[in-house]
């Protein structure tokens, strides 16, 4: 039993009493071969002492509560928010989903109690999206950790910290002083889940001057494939008062320089010629603007062709300010040109100085939003500003830029309709998911996610597989990680099933001969949720059924990614894994023979080695780890030391003193 350091008590606890909870003891049975009724049951005496710690009203107590499988940690904790709510007294238990992009659970315990004045208990989960998250990203979550101490007092509340065992065991060796702060610690037993399929959506493309239909997916960021998103709960930023710009922002716009600076370039020197020709004239304004935006459509051609050096990078960007420049206040030209010089700016993001310029691809179509009354050209601009605010939400402030996103999205549809223009009108829809996904991620994420749903859904009708089969498979695979991530809130099974139908269509045109690395991506995708599915029924035949079927999902994603050169999507570790995870489960089917058995946790093993060695420099090593002593103790259990001494002859030699400790 660990011994708890000792509650900062608002109040004496009476001689003799028990100051802290005591921590339940996990097991090495996996919870895999029991049903969730009897883990709810294994795990009840723990579950009953948390409910007994938050509901003595001490102050200022931070309690850890630990689970490595997923769906049971959110089963239990909405049942803790219903049994507190349900006390006598009855207590508030706030839910919060740890921001995985600035996680920093003070800051976002302080938002809260600043808008909705009361000081509840706050349970903060999402730990275990860090592990996706860079390496500055965990320290720097480990290190508001390390400070937590100086502004927790002050917030006057307790804190319910859920995580799984690989965060547990970082937190105590690199944050020590949150350690010593802690109260009490609660491990329930669990295995652990597979990672999430990839769930990021296709990040939205901005629209030249011409609006064109989003990009398919295989031309975009690898890392940002897939999309789900719900409608907002708040009211529309209005665009009057969201989108004004400032003088200042005006004057960033253009750089004054009334000369184009001498580069040597054959096909645009005679260009530059004619402009210092111009210049030593003292031609109008409007010619001059004109000359400058013929230079700069050459530089943005050469772009747009592969030519994505620095140089030509500045040189476009310098020569479109020079458009501004000279361009007559009254030309209607200018919206365009505002756009154009955005779309720069939210290219160049893309490889340099990212917030730097999605700022200034901001601030230029907010102005140009001033600039037109046009509704295919306002809509061209509202598409392609929430694009710039949704990728700005990567790097800052991530749930007040995907609002103004989703808000430019709708204002988009609102000059965008399906009839006049329904490749468009679709397009933008994917995006608003794509928007209403990533916001779910930060908060009020089971009504972000029906939005994300309703938003994909809706474009779907307006995509053909016959014409337009990619896109069509993209939105379907959008669509099933949708109800896949809705169905870890309400009705899983409901859910799932959904999920499933969804992947399949995909994959009715994501073929591993059409589009590969998608195949793959969907592949995985299915298998997790497959997975899911299985552990949601109680049904022995159906849960085989629903296990193999992940197997086999899994198998494919492996065997297509295994022979492509390309960068994939998805984590193939991951995968690796979760197709371990897969099998040993198949493995303690008591319908399997003694054989089959014995396979099944011989391919277990090897995947979880697989993702091992695939890990060795990731957080996610010890996940693998775990895994592997979990087969481990389970084919000792199934054959004896026979089997354990052939399944120690496939381990690396390596690995051997680390594992033979924990054995």
Same mark, same amino acid.
């Given at each position: 039993?660990?011994?708890?350091?000792?509650?900062?008590?608002?109040?004496?606890?009476?001689?003799?009493?028990?100051?802290?909870?005591?921590?339940?003891?996990?097991?090495?049975?996996?919870?895999?071969?029991?049903?969730?009724?009897?883990?709810?049951?294994?795990?009840?005496?723990? &579950?009953?002492?948390?409910?007994?710690?938050?509901?003595?009203?001490?102050?200022?107590?931070?309690?850890?509560?630990?689970?490595?499988?997923?769906?049971?940690?959110? #089963?239990?904790?909405?049942?803790?928010?219903?049994?507190?709510?349900?006390?006598?007294?009855?207590?508030?238990?706030?839910?919060?989903?740890?921001?995985?992009?600035?996680?920093?659970?003070?800051?976002?315990?302080?938002?809260?109690?600043?808008?909705?004045?009361? #000081?509840?208990?706050?349970?903060?989960?999402?730990?275990?999206?860090?592990?996706?998250?860079?390496?500055?990203?965990?320290?720097?979550?480990?290190?508001?950790?390390?400070?937590?101490?100086?502004?927790?007092?002050?917030?006057?509340?307790?804190?319910?910290?859920?995580?799984?065992?690989?965060?547990? #065991?970082?937190?105590?060796?690199?944050?020590?002083?949150?350690?010593?702060?802690?109260?009490?610690?609660?491990?329930?037993?669990?295995?652990?889940?597979?990672?999430?399929?990839?769930?990021?959506?296709?990040?939205?493309?901005?629209?030249?001057?011409?609006?064109?239909?989003?990009?398919?997916?295989?031309?975009?960021?690898?890392?940002?494939?897939?999309?789900?998103?719900?409608?907002?709960?708040?009211?529309?930023? %209005?665009?009057?008062?969201?989108?004004?710009?400032? %003088?200042?922002?005006?004057?960033?716009?253009?750089?004054?320089?009334?000369?184009?600076?001498?580069?040597?370039?054959?096909?645009?020197?005679?260009?530059?010629?004619?402009?210092?020709?111009?210049?030593?004239?003292?031609?109008?304004?409007?010619?001059?603007?004109?000359?400058?935006?013929?230079?700069?459509?050459? &530089?943005?051609?050469?772009? @747009?062709?592969? @030519?994505?050096?620095?140089?030509?990078?500045?040189?476009?960007?310098?020569?479109?300010?020079?458009?501004?420049?000279?361009?007559?206040?009254?030309?209607?030209?200018?919206?365009?040109?505002l756009n154009d010089l955005g779309n720069l700016h939210w290219g160049r993001s893309r490889s340099s100085?990212?917030?730097?310029?999605?700022?200034?691809?901001?601030?230029?179509?907010?102005?140009?939003?001033?600039?037109?009354?046009?509704?295919?050209?306002?809509?061209?601009?509202?598409?392609?500003?929430?694009?710039?605010?949704?990728?700005?939400?990567?790097?800052e402030n991530p749930a007040e830029a995907l609002q103004n996103a989703i808000a430019a999205y709708q204002?988009?549809?609102?000059?965008?309709?399906?009839?006049?223009?329904?490749?468009?009108?679709?397009?933008?829809?994917?995006?608003?998911?794509?928007?209403?996904?990533?916001?779910?991620?930060?908060?009020?994420?089971?009504?972000?996610?029906?939005?994300?749903?309703?938003? &994909?859904?809706?474009?779907?009708?307006?995509?053909?597989?016959?014409?337009?089969?990619?896109?069509?498979?993209?939105?379907?695979?959008?669509?099933?990680?949708?109800?896949?991530?809705?169905?870890?809130?309400?009705?899983?099974?409901?859910?799932?099933?959904?999920?499933?139908?969804?992947?399949?269509?995909?994959?009715?045109?994501?073929?591993?001969?059409?589009?590969?690395?998608?195949?793959?991506?969907?592949?995985?995708?299915?298998?997790?949720?497959?997975?899911?599915?299985?552990?949601?029924?109680?049904?022995?035949?159906? /849960?085989?059924? &629903?296990?193999?079927?992940?197997?086999?999902?899994?198998?494919?994603?492996?065997?297509?990614?295994?022979?492509?050169?390309?960068?994939?999507?998805?984590?193939?570790?991951?995968?690796?894994?979760?197709?371990?995870?897969?099998?040993?489960?198949?493995?303690?089917?008591?319908?399997?023979?003694?054989?089959?058995?014995?396979?099944?946790?011989?391919?277990?093993?090897?995947?979880?080695?697989?993702?091992?060695?695939?890990? /060795?420099?990731?957080?996610?090593?010890?996940?693998?780890? @775990?895994?592997?002593?979990?087969?481990?103790?389970?084919?000792?259990?199934?054959?004896?030391?026979?089997?354990?001494?052939?399944?120690?002859?496939?381990?690396?030699?390596?690995?051997?003193?680390?594992?033979?400790?924990?054995?």
């Amino acid at each position: 039993m660990r011994i708890l350091n000792r509650p900062d008590l608002d109040r004496p606890i009476p001689k003799g009493s028990i100051s802290v909870i005591c921590v339940a003891l996990m097991i090495a049975l996996p919870v895999a071969e029991i049903p969730f009724r009897r883990v709810l049951g294994l795990n009840q005496q723990t &579950y009953q002492r948390l409910k007994l710690a938050l509901g003595l009203q001490l102050r200022r107590q931070v309690f850890v509560a630990v689970c490595d499988d997923l769906v049971l940690r959110d #089963r239990l904790a909405a049942q803790l928010q219903t049994d507190l709510a349900a006390g006598d007294p009855p207590m508030r238990l706030v839910t919060l989903r740890l921001n995985a992009t600035q996680p920093n659970p003070i800051a976002q315990m302080s938002d809260w109690i600043e808008q909705a004045r009361e #000081r509840p208990i706050f349970q903060i989960v999402g730990v275990e999206q860090l592990t996706r998250q860079p390496a500055a990203v965990q320290r720097q979550f480990l290190t508001n950790l390390q400070t937590f101490d100086r502004a927790f007092g002050s917030l006057e509340c307790n804190l319910l910290l859920w995580m799984p065992q690989p965060w547990f #065991r970082s937190i105590r060796q690199s944050a020590p002083d949150f350690w010593q702060l802690h109260t009490g610690v609660f491990e329930f037993v669990g295995d652990p889940t597979p990672l999430q399929p990839v769930v990021e959506p296709i990040r939205p493309i901005a629209e030249r001057s011409e609006p064109n239909l989003d990009t398919p997916e295989s031309d975009f960021d690898p890392e940002a494939i897939f999309v789900t998103a719900p409608l907002p709960d708040r009211k529309l930023i %209005e665009p009057a008062a969201a989108l004004m710009p400032t %003088e200042d922002r005006s004057s960033k716009i253009a750089i004054l320089p009334t000369k184009q600076r001498q580069i040597v370039d054959p096909i645009a020197q005679p260009l530059i010629d004619r402009i210092e020709q111009l210049h030593q004239q003292q031609a109008p304004a409007e010619t001059l603007s004109e000359a400058y935006r013929s230079l700069a459509n050459l &530089y943005r051609d050469r772009i @747009d062709q592969g @030519d994505a050096s620095d140089k030509t990078w500045q040189r476009s960007i310098e020569t479109y300010e020079q458009v501004l420049v000279w361009l007559p206040e009254t030309a209607p030209q200018w919206a365009d040109v505002l756009n154009d010089l955005g779309n720069l700016h939210w290219g160049r993001s893309r490889s340099s100085d990212p917030v730097f310029h999605l700022q200034q691809a901001i601030e230029l179509y907010e102005l140009a939003l001033y600039k037109t009354d046009q509704p295919q050209t306002l809509a061209m601009l509202q598409n392609n500003l929430g694009a710039a605010y949704a990728d700005l939400a990567r790097y800052e402030n991530p749930a007040e830029a995907l609002q103004n996103a989703i808000a430019a999205y709708q204002q988009a549809l609102q000059n965008r309709s399906s009839q006049s223009d329904p490749q468009r009108y679709a397009s933008t829809q994917n995006n608003l998911g794509t928007a209403h996904w990533n916001l779910a991620q930060h908060q009020q994420p089971l009504e972000n996610l029906r939005g994300a749903i309703a938003a &994909y859904s809706e474009a779907l009708h307006f995509y053909r597989p016959e014409q337009d089969s990619l896109n069509y498979a993209m939105i379907q695979n959008n669509l099933g990680t949708a109800y896949w991530n809705i169905a870890q809130y309400e009705r899983p099974q409901d859910w799932l099933r959904l999920a499933l139908s969804s992947y399949a269509q995909a994959l009715r045109y994501r073929t591993a001969t059409a589009a590969p690395a998608a195949f793959a991506a969907t592949q995985s995708n299915l298998g997790t949720a497959c997975w899911h599915l299985a552990n949601c029924t109680d049904d022995p035949e159906m /849960q085989r059924s &629903y296990l193999q079927r992940a197997v086999a999902a899994y198998e494919a994603a492996i065997d297509t990614a295994s022979q492509l050169d390309s960068a994939l999507s998805f984590d193939i570790f991951a995968t690796q894994n979760n197709l371990g995870l897969a099998y040993h489960q198949l493995a303690i089917d008591p319908q399997e023979t003694a054989d089959d058995r014995s396979a099944q946790l011989e391919r277990s093993l090897h995947h979880h080695l697989q993702a091992l060695q695939g890990w /060795q420099t990731s957080p996610l090593r010890q996940t693998a780890l @775990d895994s592997v002593l979990q087969t481990m103790r389970a084919i000792y259990e199934q054959g004896g030391i026979f089997a354990t001494n052939q399944a120690f002859a496939k381990i690396p030699a390596n690995l051997l003193p680390e594992l033979l400790p924990q054995l």
